[in-house]
């Protein structure tokens, strides 16, 4: 599919989106850092809980609000949301007001409204892109956030530390932008604002109405032994590649520190920049690779050996104290990100009956907002504990998260073949 054939609903949001995620990722890998020097590591721990929690609830109700008010609608109010979030956190950092709750508060709201983005977004793709090229959009739009995985975190460890408000009022600006593309350029997609007369199979309801239907279908997804297995593997493994973003700046800033790299001194905040950014090229660059070698091995042997992979990079971090050591270590925690990322859906869609593909869909991705809420916990315990015994913790955890794939993958292979055996 070419780009020229494109919706104007994609081009305008790949040009959008592709500037608000590089401004986005100018700023995110370092909040850990930002409020943590402001509140303390504890304060930050519980606040970070506290705000994923409410981006666990807005992501519930994210499809339902894109399905019945319109992809379009649910994007703008998100990006509005989103600027507006991002441009209290601003005024929160002046040196005028100082106030790092108002700031937090700002990130909160952000974050909320993002997850009300992504339904709408992922479900336009949908609406104007024909099955068999729809791999291929998700593809450039995944490059895309990539790219901006690399950029980010380069631009944020030179400018974010010294210019935080002006870098901030930046992404406001990004918002705006992509704000003013979207009612210009954009075109409602969503069926049931298109053709009205589709309303009558499909009552508008209470949020609470809507909140408590979604979690009644969890309830009936999770009985199934095999899936709820995955979704735990998930959690738990995710509590070690979220820590990129928690406790890695941490250690690298306070234990690494100032070091030196290809003969220049750099400090501890840009050089997580530069392993954030050696994280997203990887991944951009080698997913296609990595998917194709891994389609060679047994799915069981893939995902237990991405979780061992992921605890032994973690180890690697906790016992080396060089820029050397840290920049070996995330190449290792990419390739274990990268072994899934192409069979992931594969094993879902494997799983999931016809009827209920997209419910299934849909609560894998509790692996990551359930994982989010958790992860937060290991600033605290670093506090306690110390890093080297934290990031041990997270290695056990991610070998658990092994075992549990291999037993998972057990199970689904005798249902597989009592299936085969019943045709």
């Not at 994609?10 to 020097?37: C, M």
């Not at 042997?301 to 060089?322: K, Q, R």
């Not at 994982?371 to 600033?379: D, E, M, R, S, T």
Request: with cysteine; aromatic share 16%; proline share 2%.
């Amino acid at each position: 599919m070419k780009f020229k054939t494109w919706d104007i609903n994609l081009k305008v949001r790949l040009f959008g989106e592709a500037l608000l995620d590089i401004s986005f990722w100018t700023v995110f890998p370092f909040l850990t850092l930002y409020f943590s020097a402001a509140l303390g590591r504890t304060t930050t721990s519980m606040l970070l809980i506290f705000s994923q929690i409410l981006a666990v609830f807005a992501a519930l109700l994210g499809g339902y609000f894109a399905d019945n008010f319109g992809r379009k609608r649910m994007m703008s109010i998100s990006v509005i949301g989103e600027g507006l979030g991002f441009l209290i956190f601003a005024v929160g950092a002046t040196n005028l007001l100082h106030s790092p709750y108002l700031s937090f508060f700002g990130f909160t709201l952000a974050s909320i409204f993002m997850s009300f983005y992504q339904p709408a977004s992922q479900a336009m793709i949908a609406d104007v892109v024909s099955p068999e090229h729809r791999s291929h959009v998700y593809s450039v739009f995944y490059m895309m956030v990539n790219i901006a995985v690399v950029i980010g975190p380069v631009l944020g460890s030179i400018v974010f530390h010294d210019f935080t408000v002006q870098t901030l009022l930046t992404i406001t600006a990004a918002d705006l932008l992509l704000l003013f593309l979207l009612q210009k350029f954009g075109h409602e997609t969503a069926p049931l604002v298109i053709h009205p007369e589709l309303r009558a199979s499909s009552d508008r309801k209470n949020i609470w109405a809507v909140l408590k239907e979604q979690l009644t279908n969890y309830q009936l997804i999770f009985k199934d032994k095999i899936f709820f297995l995955y979704i735990i593997a998930g959690i738990i493994v995710a509590q070690a590649f979220m820590q990129l973003d928690l406790l890695f700046p941490l250690y690298i800033q306070e234990v690494i520190g100032d070091t030196s790299f290809l003969g220049i001194t750099i400090s501890g905040e840009r050089l997580f920049g530069v392993i954030v950014s050696i994280n997203g090229f990887c991944v951009a660059l080698l997913t296609v690779v990595v998917t194709r070698l891994m389609t060679r091995y047994k799915e069981k042997f893939v995902f237990m050996n991405s979780s061992f992979l992921y605890g032994i990079s973690i180890l690697m971090f906790g016992l080396f104290t060089s820029a050397w050591g840290a920049i070996l270590a995330i190449i290792l925690f990419s390739f274990a990100e990268l072994m899934t990322v192409g069979i992931q859906q594969n094993f879902v869609s494997q799983l999931a009956p016809e009827d209920k593909r997209a419910m299934y869909f849909s609560a894998a991705g509790l692996r990551y907002t359930l994982g989010k809420v958790i992860a937060p916990l290991a600033i605290t315990l670093s506090t306690l504990i110390g890093y080297f015994s934290t990031f041990f913790i997270i290695a056990i955890l991610a070998f658990i998260s092994g075992i549990i794939y291999y037993y998972m993958y057990k199970q689904f292979e005798k249902r597989q073949q009592l299936q085969k055996g019943r045709e």
